[in-house]
């Protein structure tokens, strides 16, 4: 049972993964920064799934991406482009709704005991 639910539940945050970092995006953040944000609200990311999912992100052009150069160490930030700010906000509202359907059906399990 470990296997499956361990299974099913990286398939769930999968998706919700997007979503949080997404929703970080507003202001310019690079990768340390992200993940810090993240797990300030419980939300654990390693950087092997983290990065990738930027270059993705990127390259579906909901983010853009400059240099800064200027410190010792250059940093790569990422921010939401105008389309990403119109994707994100859609995305959310489907989440809010889906989340909103799942609340109840979730509740209708637990009334009926299935839980």
Do not use: C
């Amino acid at each position: 049972m470990n296997d499956l639910l361990n299974s099913l539940t990286t398939e769930l945050r999968r998706g919700t993964l997007t979503l949080a970092v997404l929703s970080q995006l507003h202001e310019p953040q690079y990768g340390y920064s992200l993940v810090q944000l993240l797990e300030m609200s419980g939300i654990t990311i390693d950087q092997s799934t983290l990065y990738p999912l930027l270059r993705r992100l990127e390259k579906q052009e909901l983010l853009t991406s400059s240099w800064d150069t200027t410190e010792s160490r250059p940093r790569k930030y990422y921010v939401l482009s105008d389309y990403g700010k119109t994707v994100f906000d859609a995305l959310k509202a489907e989440w809010e709704k889906t989340s909103s359907e799942l609340a109840l059906l979730l509740k209708g399990a637990e009334k009926d005991g299935t839980n």
